[in-house]
């Protein structure tokens, strides 16, 4: 079966069944103590909708021109499982930060940023 969190696969089959939570759970539970060696310690608790949502995150990343919009109140865990998607799919986010003298100004040096690391 063809693993769609394997990096060394070119063309998963993104849909393909993950067989059930406890599998998923230990898999992204190993990202997370990867992630946790290389980045500041996320303490983060995968209960089975969080893993629904790092799953359809981590599909999104891996698609041709991929893009998703996350609702949800504050505190919820939205950037924690972005962060672990991003991780995982091998990704490197790339974060503006708002201040409350944030400015156009600031906004054009952050895609100037940006756009140096993408090009």
């Known amino acids: 079966m063809t693993d769609p969190l394997d990096p060394d696969v070119e063309d998963p089959r993104l849909y393909e069944d993950l067989e059930n939570y406890e599998f998923v759970t230990d898999k992204f539970n190993k990202l997370i103590n990867d992630y946790n060696d290389e980045h500041v310690s996320m303490d983060l608790v995968l209960f089975n909708y969080a893993i629904d949502h790092l799953t359809r995150i981590h599909r999104i990343m891996r698609l041709p021109r991929g893009n998703g919009l996350l609702v949800g ?22 974060q503006i930060t708002l201040t409350k003298n944030y400015t156009e100004v600031n906004f054009r040096e952050d895609l100037k940023l940006l ?5």
């Not at 919820?76 to 990704?91: D, M």
């Not at 756009?115 to 090009?119: H, I, L, R, S, T």
């Open 115 to 119: 756009y140096g690391k993408v090009a």
């Open 73 to 94: 109140v504050g505190g919820s865990g939205k950037q924690s499982l972005v962060r672990l998607a991003a991780f995982t799919a091998q990704h490197e986010l790339f």
